[in-house]
């Protein structure tokens, strides 16, 4: 597959501050890639670089091959959809899909028929005429999606486009958002802070850390081998037990992490099965959340765990009364992951 994006060495200062710091990256055609980090990590800066928006202190951008470190924003082949939607007002839903190709002077049927493909796109074709403020905030989005898909871009930059959105929304577009990349197969890179949202969505994920990439990999390989504390601790809980601590409890060198998921909370002390440990402790708190309750337990040995049920049968009452009671935590030692440093 050919690479849509390539960074190398990139890094931006804003005086003092080194926003972004030696970042090399591939995004392959057609990649689903998520720039996820917390606030001030530099995420935005990099998709900004991208677009052109911004210029590197140091190192170089290609797209599709050809080095456009140095190219104007409206020469890239890139489209850039913002949290805030940037839509016009004053305009109607159609012309504001229309306006990109109106300023690159494409005749007007042209330009009409688009518009109403890339609105069929994000099913809202029945929209057009509507005024922005007469839309919700997940149709608002769509219509910002749609401004961007018109202009078929090869590559398509969206920062925090559902960030507006509440809860159940935003769930609901991520899905969308990610089935219409996949009909659409333009190359998406996504900006988040929301570490689910970057699981759920993406192709690959690159997690930054202070202005650099602290990891990049499948949802999977970045959640089941997180490769330093940060990234176990960004993504989902990371439940690390220090060298001291991992050593008495796992007899293993180094750190480690086991999720909260693949533990089981036991009463008393059951004798481990031969693939599997157990660790004396007991439970501080009790966070019933509805489907699954979370229960967070002190261990003898020092650390404290985390470990996630769900609630097939118990109640809240049930898994309430067990705050205070003495447990043993057991997990099939596969699941014992090592945690680079
Ligand atoms: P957020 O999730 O809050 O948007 P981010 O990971 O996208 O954060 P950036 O917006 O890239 O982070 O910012 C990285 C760092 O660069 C921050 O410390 C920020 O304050 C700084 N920064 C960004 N833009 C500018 C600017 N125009 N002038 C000065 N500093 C800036």
Do not use: C
Request: zero cysteines.
């Amino acid at each position: 597959m050919s690479t849509a994006i390539r960074l190398t060495g990139l890094r931006k200062t804003f005086g003092d501050v080194v926003a972004v710091d030696d970042v090399s990256l591939e995004v392959a055609d057609g990649e689903f890639l998520t720039l996820l980090g917390p606030s001030g990590s530099g995420k935005t800066t990099v998709l900004r670089m991208i677009a052109g928006f911004e210029q590197p202190t140091a190192g170089t951008i290609e797209l599709a091959g050809v080095d456009v470190t140095r190219v104007p924003p409206y020469d890239r082949d890139v489209n850039t959809v913002f949290q805030d939607y940037a839509l016009f007002p004053h305009m109607n839903v159609l012309a504001n899909v229309e306006y990109g190709l109106m300023v690159k002077k494409v005749p007007k049927a042209e330009r009409r028929q688009r518009a109403e493909e890339a609105l069929a796109t994000v099913r809202l074709e029945d929209y057009g005429a509507r005024k922005p403020s007469q839309l919700s905030g997940g149709q608002r989005q769509r219509v910002a999606l749609a401004r961007a898909l018109v202009n078929k871009p090869r590559v398509l930059l969206l920062d925090e486009p559902l960030g507006a959105l509440d809860l159940k929304l935003r769930e609901q577009m991520q899905v969308e958002l990610k089935e219409l990349q996949r009909a659409v197969g333009i190359t998406f890179v996504f900006v988040t802070h929301d570490q689910e949202e970057a699981l759920t969505m993406s192709d690959r994920i690159a997690v930054f850390d202070a202005g650099r990439i602290a990891q990049v990999g499948t949802p999977t390989e970045i959640y089941e081998h997180p490769s330093t504390p940060f990234v176990a601790g960004f993504v989902g809980i990371s439940n690390l037990l220090a060298a001291g601590v991992a050593a008495t409890v796992l007899g293993r060198e180094g750190m480690w992490s086991v999720r909260p998921e693949k533990i089981r909370v036991t009463l008393g002390s059951p004798a481990p099965e031969a693939n599997e440990r157990a660790a004396a402790g007991v439970i501080r708190e009790v966070v019933y959340v509805g489907m699954s309750t979370r229960f967070i337990v002190d261990l003898d040995a020092g650390a404290t765990l985390i470990a996630v049920q769900q609630n097939s049968h118990a109640t809240s009452s049930e898994v309430n009364s067990m705050r205070g009671q003495r447990v043993t935590l057991m997990w099939n030692t596969e699941h014992e992951v090592p945690v680079g440093s």
